[in-house]
């Protein structure tokens, strides 16, 4: 049942261009530059919207916050839902609540929605498992349709959830005119072409390169991971897979914020991965990238395809496949697995069964 992979995990991770497709079919409209989600919601009926989730799911929040303040220009804030639940949130019949699990059943995310319709809240679930609990307590689901994910670390349910909700950012910019339509037919299109982006990120000499940094790297006993914009969230994405399946101590932080504490870590033994893929804000990630050199930090940068100007700055280069700066999370987030899933293997653990972690989190 793992067809032929030594753990869930890796299946799980090689079934993502099919996960993608399944997520993105026929909600694409290219010719016209429309977004279908066949949910009820009505686009103009809210003036904010909260997001909220746990780990995984709450990185493909944030990646969501950033999307749709972007491409709908509505104000979005994001909580863990065990925070929200218990911190009187301010919610009105103006909040579009979105909840967003894979598996549909932890109770902190539940509890959470429960308490945003409380306040009078619209709520909206991003949701891979069908008919799971959270569904039956939204007023829409936008089902990611990842398929089933046995692995306890999320991979295939991380890149569905954050392509979802690119089609919600694109499906509310179109709707409340905020997005015009050639930039709607750009974004369409690169997210199109996602399955094909991650397969080409799974190609086995990729992988193979990805396997050898992480086993050059994997005695190291802290790790940093350092992105900006809408890759911080991917650096965040980096440092939990990371932490969770191989029990290595890693720290995220958006990189412009490492000058304001973190950099007192940084020294030779301290490997730091930074997410400095194609982006407008490429420069500066690159100048913290020489901040982490010039303290002797080892530096593991993930670049575009092609980028050999910014290679020298590195000590080793993950090349991933070249993609539009608002779809890069689902590419870059591929790395981050590959990167956890073979520093945990260089270590002997068994990335199905991470220790004191539940696939599913019931209880409080
Ligand atoms: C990380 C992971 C957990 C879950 C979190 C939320 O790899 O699997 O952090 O993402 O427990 O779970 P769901 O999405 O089922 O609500």
Not at 4 to 31: F, W
Not at 140 to 169: C, F, N, R, W
Not at 264 to 283: G, H
Request: proline share 4%; net charge negative; aromatic share 6%.
């Amino acid at each position: 049942e793992k067809g032929g992979y030594d753990s869930y995990m890796l299946k799980e991770i090689y079934e993502q261009p099919t996960a993608l497709t399944n997520t993105l079919i026929g909600r694409l409209h290219d010719d016209t530059g429309e977004v279908n989600l066949d949910i009820g919601l009505d686009p103009a009926s809210f003036k904010r919207i909260s997001i909220i989730a746990c780990g995984t799911a709450y990185y493909a929040g944030m990646v969501g916050e950033y999307l749709i303040e972007q491409l709908a220009r509505i104000p979005v804030d994001i909580d863990v839902a065990s925070e929200y639940r218990y911190r009187d949130p301010l919610v009105s019949e103006q909040t579009l609540a979105i909840v967003v699990s894979q598996s549909g059943e932890t109770i902190d995310t539940l509890e959470a929605l429960r308490e945003a319709k409380k306040g009078g809240a619209r709520t909206l679930g991003i949701i891979n498992a069908k008919g799971s609990s959270i569904t039956r307590e939204v007023d829409d689901t936008l089902y990611i349709h990842a398929g089933p994910e046995i692995g306890v670390a999320s991979t295939k349910a991380y890149t569905s959830m954050v392509s979802a909700m690119l089609l919600l950012a694109l499906w509310l910019g179109r709707a409340r005119g905020t997005l015009g339509g050639e930039q709607a037919r750009e974004l369409l299109h690169a997210a199109r072409e996602l399955p094909r982006l991650v397969e080409a990120a799974l190609a086995p000499e990729r992988v193979a390169r990805i396997q050898e940094i992480a086993e050059k790297y994997a005695h190291a006993s802290d790790y940093l991971f350092l992105g900006r914009g809408v890759n911080s969230p991917t650096a965040y994405e980096g440092a939990l897979k990371l932490k969770e399946i191989s029990y290595i101590h890693a720290e995220a932080y958006p990189a412009g914020e490492m000058k304001h504490g973190p950099i007192a870590l940084i020294d030779e033994d301290l490997p730091v991965v930074v997410v400095a893929t194609e982006s407008r804000l490429l420069e500066k990630t690159i100048s913290n990238v020489q901040e982490v050199r010039a303290r002797k930090g080892k530096v593991i940068a993930l670049l575009s395809d092609g980028d050999t100007e910014n290679a020298q700055h590195a000590d080793d280069v993950i090349y991933v496949p070249r993609a539009h700066e608002m779809v890069s999370p689902v590419v870059n987030a591929v790395a981050m697995q590959l990167l956890a899933y073979f520093t945990a293997t260089a270590l002997g653990k068994d990335v199905d069964k991470p220790r004191n972690l539940a696939k599913s989190v019931t209880v409080e």
